[in-house]
Each structure stands twice: as C-alpha cells, then as structure tokens.
T-cell receptor
Framework: DAGITQSPRHKVTETGTPVTLRCHQT?????MYWYRQDPGHGLRLIHY???????DKGEVSDGYSVSRSKTEDFLLTLESATSSQTSVYFC???????????FGQGTRLTVV | KQEVTQIPAALSVPEGENLVLNCSFT??????LQWFRQDPGKGLTSLLL?????REQTSGRLNASLDKSSGRSTLYIAASQPGDSATYLC????????????FGQGTILTVHP
C-alpha cells in the first residue's frame, strides 16, 4: 500500500460543529487531493494541493477549506458541518501530475 | 467540462468468463486514464495507468486499452474469478490537470462460482 494514512477513519459529529480530517503521507509526493464519494455522484474533487502552501479548489469546494503546511500533511476542514457533508472522504497522492494516483482508505463522516 | 461514463453499471458473470468493462469520456484531450478497483467499505486500488500516448497496458489478467480520439477505454479481465468481484472505476486527467481526476460512476462486478 502507498504510505497514506487518513484520520480519523470514522467520525460522527453534530450539525454546526467544525471538523478536521487529516491525510498523512510518507512518500514525499508533491500532489495531494481530497475527494468525496456519494451514491449517485461517484467521486468528486473537493480541493487539491500542488506543493506546500499551494492549494486550489475543486468541483465541490463550498463549505470546505484546506491547509498544507508540510509536504506530508494535507488537512481538510469543514468549518460548520452540515448534513449534506455526510460522505466518505478520500485522500489521494501523486508524485507528478501525470503519474499514478494512490488513495487512502477513506474517512466515513456522518453529520447528525 | 469532462464527463466520464461507465457501462454497464453492473455485471454478473460465472467464474472463468472473459469480460469487458467500458469507459467513455467526452473531452478527448486527456493526459492519462487510470483504472481502479474498490472493494466494499475500502479505498481505491490502482490497477492500470495509461498515458495519452499509449494504446494499451497489461497487468496479469488485466488489459486496458485506450482510444483517445473516440473517447473510449476498455478494461478486459481474462478468466474471471470470484475474487475479482468489486466495483471498477475509471478516471481521467484532463484540462488544466495538476493531476486532478474525473471519475466515472463505476461498474459493479460480481463473479459467481
């Protein structure tokens, strides 16, 4: 397995609370991504990073922010969780933009 | 906007059968296409990556082809086994890239003994 660790693996939180998901890699890869997976929508890109402190929005970025202060860590924050953010969140990494992508095991987030 | 479609949505076959999964994309200006496997409740496992300049890639019983001009890729699985049962996803990198992937909805494959 590619050296990707997502934490927590499962979380239940209440509407309106802030939540931070962590993606940690041991591969020193430049590119990191956050996707969410929902029935009927498949996997969609939330945010991505192409270097330390270099991030940009994806297709479904509203309500989410990210930070990357170190190569190995990419944090996804839900500032005020809503029920529509109940989903499975996947982190992915790539050494280069045209190389193979590797995914973490996912974080199942439930907002009640 | 790139759109990726996978057909069929679900497929059930007997063990030993050869099968083909299809993936189509609307914008042929892709950098590469990647096939993944996802088991229930698990992450995505990369199967094959095809660069836009390549026609096919092989790994064991898997063979993926790419016809960029027609916007299509196929994943061929030879001599299917019950352990091949999973959801198969294709994804393309295109546009401004940075390695961003656009995914299809997947094909749920069941191989029964």
């Amino acid at each position: 397995d590619a050296g990707i660790t997502q934490s927590p693996r499962h979380k239940v939180t209440e509407t309106g609370t802030p939540v931070t998901l962590r993606c940690h890699q041991t591969e020193n890869h430049r590119y990191m991504y956050w996707y969410r997976q929902d029935p009927g929508h498949g996997l969609r890109l939330i945010h991505y990073s192409y270097g330390v402190k270099d991030t940009d929005k994806g297709e479904v970025s509203d309500g989410y922010s990210v930070s990357r202060s170190k190569t190995e860590d990419f944090l996804l924050t839900l500032e005020s969780a809503t029920s529509s953010q109940t989903s499975v969140y996947f982190c992915a990494i790539r050494p280069g933009q045209n190389t193979e992508a590797f995914f973490g095991q996912g974080t199942r987030l439930t907002v009640v | 906007k790139q759109e990726v479609t996978q057909i069929p949505a679900a497929l059930s076959v007997p063990e030993g059968e050869n099968l083909v999964l299809n993936c189509s994309f609307t914008d042929s200006a892709i950098y590469n296409l990647q096939w993944f496997r996802q088991d229930p409740g698990k992450g995505l496992t990369s199967l094959l990556l095809i660069q836009s300049s390549q026609r096919e890639q092989t790994s064991g019983r898997l063979n993926a082809s790419l016809d960029k001009s027609s916007g299509r890729s196929t994943l061929y699985i030879a001599a299917s086994q019950p352990g091949d049962s999973a959801t198969y996803l294709c994804a393309v990198s295109s546009g401004t890239s940075y390695g961003k992937l656009t995914f299809g909805q997947g094909t749920i494959l069941t191989v029964h003994p």
